[in-house]
């Protein structure tokens, strides 16, 4: 069997996510990896075969989407590769046709779709839902990440056997990090650290505002008995006035 990922983003937790998919599968099938130049390698498998076709240069919904002839390089190199089935993992405007075309050569598409309403404060996110819609039309099958978006696919009309519901836990670990991990045993003992991570885009729609004000309350609490020494810690690009301040 072989099996094509199309991650058409550059960030850097949509690779993660689809690394942590294809390193489970490269080793029962043919795996192969059509995405971005620039992408994170290190979490990938060195036996995925890959290729940036297309120059994707931009993420999600951008003016990029529009060059349609980009799409159809992506769309060339995937069919050389003679694929069994085809997973897009994340969002972009060439996402619907490239579902078309692959869905007219009888190639069953599967599509991971993140969210199923617009982030608040999102650019163009009055497309989104229009977009999704599409995809349900055109996928062979979808993915979520979460039972309550596959029961509201459900009562929007995708049939259920066309929803499929997948957690999104994986590490944020490199392919060889990991590999690593589960290889040598952890140190002994192990010491432990009283913080809070928050890792990803500092932007308001993450929530991160009510992650600061939900951490002042904890510690201003007078019968707290565990607040001393604990931190939290904010990672990632943007700023912090945009959330709080």
């Given at each position: 069997?072989?099996?094509?990922?199309?991650?058409?983003?550059?960030?850097?937790?949509?690779?993660?996510?689809?690394?942590?998919?294809?390193?489970?599968?490269?080793?029962?099938?043919?795996?192969?990896?059509?995405?971005?130049?620039?992408?994170?390698?290190?979490?990938?498998?060195?036996?995925?075969?890959?290729?940036?076709?297309?120059?994707?240069?931009?993420?999600?919904?951008?003016?990029?989407?529009?060059?349609?002839?980009?799409?159809?390089?992506?769309?060339?190199?995937?069919?050389?590769?003679?694929?069994?089935?085809?997973?897009?993992?994340?969002?972009?405007?060439?996402?619907?046709?490239?579902?078309?075309?692959?869905?007219?050569?009888?190639?069953?598409?599967?599509h991971t779709i993140h969210d199923l309403?617009?982030?608040?404060?999102?650019?163009?996110?009055?497309?989104?839902?229009?977009?999704?819609?599409?995809?349900?039309?055109?996928?062979?099958?979808?993915?979520?990440?979460?039972?309550?978006?596959?029961?509201?696919?459900?009562?929007?009309?995708?049939?259920?056997?066309?929803?499929?519901?997948?957690?999104?836990?994986?590490?944020?670990?490199?392919?060889?990090?990991?590999?690593?991990?589960?290889?040598?045993?952890?140190?002994?003992?192990?010491?432990?650290?009283?913080?809070?991570?928050?890792?990803?885009?500092?932007?308001?729609?993450?929530?991160?505002?009510?992650?600061?004000?939900?951490?002042?309350?904890?510690?201003?609490?007078?019968?707290?008995?565990?607040?001393?020494?604990?931190?939290?810690?904010?990672?990632?690009?943007?700023?912090?006035?945009?959330?709080?301040?």
């Open positions: 069997m072989r099996i094509v990922y199309i991650q058409p983003s550059p960030s850097f937790g949509m690779h993660q996510y689809t690394a942590d998919l294809a390193n489970r599968m490269v080793e029962i099938k043919n795996t192969f990896l059509c995405t971005v130049k620039g992408f994170p390698a290190d979490r990938y498998s060195p036996h995925i075969r890959i290729g940036t076709p297309g120059e994707i240069k931009s993420t999600g919904f951008s003016f990029d989407g529009l060059k349609i002839n980009r799409a159809k390089e992506i769309a060339r190199w995937v069919i050389d590769k003679d694929p069994d089935v085809i997973h897009i993992t994340g969002p972009h405007l060439w996402n619907i046709y490239l579902t078309r075309a692959f869905r007219r050569m009888g190639i069953p598409v599967i309403e617009p982030h608040s404060g999102m650019r163009n996110g009055k497309l989104l839902p229009y977009w999704n819609r599409q995809i349900f039309k055109s996928a062979s099958h979808i993915l979520v990440h979460g039972d309550v978006f596959r029961k509201q696919l459900i009562k929007e009309g995708v049939g259920d056997h066309r929803v499929t519901s997948l957690p999104l836990l994986h590490l944020f670990l490199s392919f060889s990090a990991e590999k690593k991990m589960q290889t040598e045993p952890l140190p002994s003992p192990i010491s432990y650290e009283n913080f809070i991570l928050f890792f990803g885009r500092i932007k308001k729609y993450k929530g991160l505002g009510v992650l600061i004000r939900v951490f002042a309350d904890f510690l201003l609490k007078d019968d707290n008995e565990i607040s001393e020494g604990i931190k939290l810690i904010v990672a990632g690009s943007g700023r912090i006035s945009e959330v709080w301040g």
